[in-house]
Each structure stands twice: as C-alpha cells, then as structure tokens.
C-alpha cells in the first residue's frame, strides 16, 4: 500500500488572500478564538480560516422513534477540518445544526458575506472551486461510511483525513492535530470502546503508529 | 414533525442551459443510456443530466486487514443522485472507484471538458455554486451517516433523499425513483435484513408510507 499522494494546495493557494486577510481586520470582521471555543456561525457569511484550525461539528437529532428528545440524545458528528486557508460555510436547516469549534488556541477566523466578494470576482470563482473540490472529497467520505465493517470505516476515515491534512516526518505521514478515540467513533458511527480496539488492530498489523502524544500517524509498508 | 421544506432548483436553474444542451448535441457530446446501464465518466469531464437520472456509486477496498481482496468482497456505495439538470463531474483516486449509472430508461447526459466552459463564464459560476450547495447538503449526510443507530441512520438518509428530490403527493412527498433496500443498506451501512426490518419500524409509526409499486413516501404527521 502506498500512502497517499496529497492533493491540497491545488485549490487553496488563492491569490488574493493577503488583501483579503487585511480587509476583513480593517472591517473588524476577523476574532481569534482559544482552543473548544465556539465559533459563532451564520449562514450566508463566508468564513475564512486566518490561522490555526477549526472543527466542523453536525448535531442531529438522535432516536427518531422516542417521542421526546432530550438534549443528551442528540449525537454530535465531526464532519471535517478546515485548516489554515480554508473557507468554510454553513447553511440553515430545521433538523441538523451545525457548529464550529476552534481545534487549537489561537485560531483566527474572519468573515464577509457572499456580496462582499463582488469586489474580487476571481477570488469568489477560487472559493466556489474550492468548495467543488470538497465535494469531491466528500463523495470518497460517503464511500468510507457506507461501509459496513467499522474497521474499513476507521481506515478510510483515517486515510482521507491524514491524506489532506497529514505532514511528511521520517516516512510517515502524521495529522497534526489532536483526535481522540470519541471523536473518532462520532464520525463513524461507531463507539469509542470499539475505536480503541480496531485502533489497536491496526497498529498491530503496521498500519499506523500512535505517539506517545496521541498523535496518529499512516505507516508507508514500502519502505 | 413538518415535511421539509425543498430548497431545490435554487441554484440548478441554470440560465444557459438550453444552449449548452444544444452545444453538446451538435458536438456529438452525447448519449443515451437505459436503466442500470454504465455511464462511462472521466476525470476533468463535466456531465450533465439532460434527461432521466444518474446514481453515484462509490467502491471502497473494503476489508483492509485481510491481505487478498477479491472483487466480491469490495462492496459498492451509494452516493447520490443527480435529476434532470443536474451537474456531475469525479476526480481520480487511487483507492477508491466511483461510477455512474442511469437510473431510469433514457437516461440522457451530455458532457463538456471544463476549458469549454470559458464561453459561458456565468455558467460556470452557477455550476460551481450548485457543487457549493451539494457540499452544503453532504454536510447533512455526513452528520446522518455518523449516527449510531441504523434507525436513525435510515430516516435521516430518506429524509434528506425526500426533502432533495420528492414529489408531493396528497400531503405525501414521495422518492420519483425506484430505490431498493439493499441500495439503502449500501448507503447508510447496514445490511438489506436490517433496513427491511427498520422500515417496517418506520411505517408502523406512521412516518412512511410504502406504496404496491415500492414508492417511498414522507407522511405529513401534521396533517
């Protein structure tokens, strides 16, 4: 198995970021957050990452077939990362919400809405390009949870997370941000005791390696 | 519970559309498939359903411990579904395989490489606009997807199904596509037994409706 050849930076060097960065902090549009801090989010704003990393969370609502619903039966989703560069948006929907969450401290965010950008239509077009490419990635992230197995979902959740956000270190290829067991199992649909057994399957087989600050790393079996 | 309200054919009206579709024709861009049969689709190529349906199918190398994979044990998917003046394009990837297939006889689409589009610039804004509001609606997906319970899983995925592409029938909004259990199950990872079982669940609760010819349909509980 090879690792996976990265394919960001394709669509995420937009040319017009600098001007844009300082035009969102000459509007007062951009706050920093610390890290599990709540990002307010609207829809129909355009959020820019400045730095850091946020976390895009989905709420449904849980147990559809219990008449009440309390709070705690709503089940969080983690549905993906932005990184430093990364625009992201929300829309309105009555029966899911979506959150944001900086992932670590420091995490700067600015914001417009869609009609600021008629001032840099080419910007706009990268953005929608942008967004066409996660469309992309999101399509192999349905073929991951469509499977049965948890295993096969751990391991494709894994690959396509590590494949876009992963950084190079000695042959192996890390996600450099914290991830625990949870959040594992509440993007894939399973619990947290089975991701720590699978986890512990696939280390065995030399799959990944854990580091002793719990980052996750993909082992390349070429080497 | 209110049926939800359908956001469709918000960004799908695309202006151009009549003389893009006559474009394809006189440049021998299309063709016409019968149900279940194969569109051959590439990578850089945009698609266009011009008439019937397209499903998306995602294949995964499922089972990633056993060291021999063979073609029966990759299971297949289902990704989405594109109507009538939809737009659809896939990227290359190593490790996973999508494909599409008509879903209805006469299944018509016509393609354009994306360097065509530069005749047709506001086009090619609201194609990438509606790949924007299709990454929007994987967000739902992916929080669906991520829930625990096959049964939550499920009315999710046929709410989200419903809401994009349903009909309104006599206080029903029903799925205008035949769409069998085990493509369900493919779906939102189960097996056939379980959906079958589930829906069942579902009707008994008076959430669905199944009708002779399969149709699924969304009650109105407000009704």
Redesign the interface.
Same mark, same amino acid.
């Given at each position: 198995m090879?690792i996976?050849?990265l394919r960001k930076n394709t669509l995420i060097s937009f040319l017009k970021w600098p001007e844009i960065i300082t035009w969102g902090q000459n509007h007062y549009r951009d706050r920093t957050f610390n890290q599990n801090e709540r990002i307010p989010i609207r829809a129909g704003l355009l959020y820019l990452v400045q730095s850091g990393a946020v976390s895009?969370m989905?709420?449904?609502r849980?147990?559809?077939?219990s008449q009440k619903i309390s709070p705690e039966e709503t089940?969080e &989703?983690? +549905? *993906?990362l932005m990184g430093t560069g990364y625009p992201f948006?929300?829309?309105e929907?009555?029966?899911?919400k979506?959150r944001a969450l900086a992932r670590v401290d420091s995490t700067s965010v600015i914001w417009l809405y869609w009609h600021d950008l008629d001032n840099w239509p080419n910007f706009?077009?990268e953005v929608?390009?942008f967004?066409?490419?996660?469309?992309?990635r999101?399509?192999?992230?349905? &073929?991951? +949870? *469509?499977?049965?197995?948890a295993?096969?979902?751990l391991?494709?959740f894994l690959?396509l997370l590590i494949e876009e956000y992963g950084k190079t270190v000695d042959k192996r290829v890390c996600f450099p941000y914290p991830l625990t067991h949870s959040q594992i199992s509440?993007?894939?649909?399973?619990?947290r005791v089975t991701v720590t057994r699978l986890m512990g399957?696939?280390r065995q087989?030399g799959?990944i390696s854990v580091d002793a600050d719990s980052t996750i790393c993909l082992l390349d079996r070429n080497k």
């Open positions: 090879e996976y050849h895009l989905g709420n449904a849980a147990n559809i077939l089940k &989703t983690f +549905l *993906g948006e929300v829309t929907n009555t029966h899911f979506l706009r077009l929608s390009d967004f066409r490419y996660q469309h992309q999101q399509l192999l992230w349905l &073929t991951v +949870l *469509g499977q049965r197995q295993i096969d979902r391991w494709g690959t509440n993007a894939i649909g399973s619990t399957k696939l087989q799959l």
